[in-house]
């Protein structure tokens, strides 16, 4: 029987999944609600089949070495796995997957809180009454930026950024992308979405939301230049990937008001957030929860769990991110 570790408590239905298709002995479950320190991962990862794994675990050849030659399958409870070297992996012919469609629509929601949120100030409005400040009604006071009727710029048309222009219909925007490749034309009709270059993005976005994978093409993508590039109003916003965006340069960007605002829920160097960026105040700043409701994260883990049983019962896990190691390709 199949052995497998999971490197954190998740939500109970998808430990019982596990339990019930490998039984409950073949379960290597770290007890703590805590990541995984690293000596621990690579001492417990050793001698097993499949791993059930979070964004925290880094999976690289040092893993990969430690797990030995009897793994066959990293499940990891995220639709990204930029944490996973996919191509080491693959050499091995090790299975890797993802948690994809589960947590679009929930992602989707952060991204427009996000978007409403740092257009109209929320959180330095919060602080300001929070702190006392709040003493009379006055027309100037805490003025954003309206969000109905402006363009909004999707950088990244993939699942997520598809679910985040359906919900701009409601706000009667105009919907312009950047992508690697064009949408079907029924489905750029049905968004009434129209591809860009990235240049016409930066230039016509009021709000540009990025929801792009994080990889080589689009590592800092977004830095001094595009901020330049941008209109002194508009809003940023990113639920994608830290890195896809040059902190220091958004940063100075937000002091100098080169644009309006920008809403993270991501960043370059998680846990940590850059110290320029806490010292604007035009930012509203999360801590990586696009996908953190009670329901999506259970989604997720089952997903995560549902891959795991499905390949060694022999069949395709149903999001493997590299079909070329599954037995047919
Ligand atoms: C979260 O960031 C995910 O990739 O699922």
Not at 157 to 171: L, N, P, Y
Not at 266 to 288: K, Q
Not at 310 to 320: D, H, L, Q
């Amino acid at each position: 029987m199949a052995r497998i570790l999971v490197t954190r408590p998740v939500a109970e239905p998808a430990l019982e999944m596990l339990r019930n298709a490998f039984g409950a002995d073949a379960i290597d479950l770290y007890e703590e609600d805590a990541i995984i320190p690293r000596e621990e991962l690579l001492r417990r990862v050793a001698g097993k089949d499949g791993v059930f794994a979070l964004l925290s675990e880094k999976v690289d050849a040092e893993f990969l070495e430690a797990a030995g030659p009897g793994l066959r399958i990293v499940a990891n409870m995220a639709v990204g796995y930029d944490n996973i070297t996919v191509p080491e992996c693959s050499q091995r012919g090790v299975a890797v997957t993802n948690t994809p469609d589960v947590l679009t629509e929930t992602t989707a929601d952060l991204a427009w809180g996000l978007i409403i949120g740092a257009s109209r100030r929320f959180a330095e409005a919060e602080r300001f009454l929070r702190n006392g400040e709040w003493k009379e009604w006055s027309p100037t006071l805490l003025c954003g930026v309206d969000v109905y009727g402006k363009t909004l710029g999707i950088l990244g048309m993939g699942r997520i950024g598809q679910a985040v222009a359906r919900r701009a219909t409601g706000f009667g925007m105009r919907v312009i992308y950047h992508n690697r490749s064009r949408l079907p034309e029924d489905t750029e009709r049905a968004l009434n979405a129209e591809r860009v270059d990235l240049p016409t993005l930066l230039a016509e976005s009021d709000i540009l939301s990025v929801h792009c994978p994080l990889g080589d093409a689009t590592h800092g993508i977004l830095g001094a230049e595009a901020f330049k590039a941008m209109k002194p109003t508009a809003v940023l916003v990113n639920t994608s990937r830290g890195p896809v965006v040059d902190e220091t340069a958004l940063a100075e960007a937000l002091l100098a008001k080169e644009i309006f605002a920008a809403g993270l829920d991501v960043f370059e160097r998680e846990p940590s957030v850059h110290a320029r960026l806490l010292e604007c105040d035009n930012v509203v700043l999360l801590p990586h929860l696009g996908s953190a409701t009670y329901a999506t994260r259970q989604r997720m883990a089952e997903t995560a769990a549902a891959n795991l049983v499905a390949f060694f019962s022999g069949k395709r896990p149903p999001n493997c991110v590299n079909p070329e190691v599954l037995q047919g390709g």
